[in-house]
Nanobody
Framework: QVQLVESGGGLVQPGGSLRLSCAAS????????VGWYRQAPGKQRELVAH???????FYVTSVKGRFTISRDNAKNTLTLQMNSLKPEDTAIYYC?????????WGQGTQVTVSS
């Protein structure tokens, strides 16, 4: 069993920054790719950024150049550095680890970008 716990969300003004963290329990973290997803009110959940077990990264177009995903396998931690935040980044952000028959989600952390 794997537990994922996100932290770091909050209220920030447009142009500001936040750093999200996802702490994972269990022994599979280093084995699989992990990603950040978000769900805005009335919208479908979408992939924001993903990092593979080897460190290769993917970003959705809307966050390229503003967000940076990273992982620390020694600490079982996933991080999302978010800069130049926009109101349209407002959503609940979730981390997810998936591989083989394993598929786990965190409970989410709210990010609100508003003046």
């Amino acid at each position: 069993q794997v537990q994922l716990v996100e932290s770091g969300g909050g209220l920030v003004q447009p142009g500001g920054s936040l750093r999200l963290s996802c702490a994972a329990s269990g022994s599979i973290f280093a084995m699989y790719g992990v990603g950040w997803y978000r769900q805005a009110p009335g919208k479908q959940r979408e992939l924001v950024a993903h990092i593979g077990s080897g460190g290769n990264t993917f970003y959705v177009t809307s966050v390229k150049g503003r967000f940076t995903i990273s992982r620390d396998n020694a600490k079982n931690t996933l991080t999302l550095q978010m800069n130049s935040l926009k109101p349209e980044d407002t959503a609940i952000y979730y981390c997810r680890i998936r591989g083989g028959s394993d598929d786990y989600w965190g409970q989410g952390t709210q990010v609100t970008v508003s003046s």
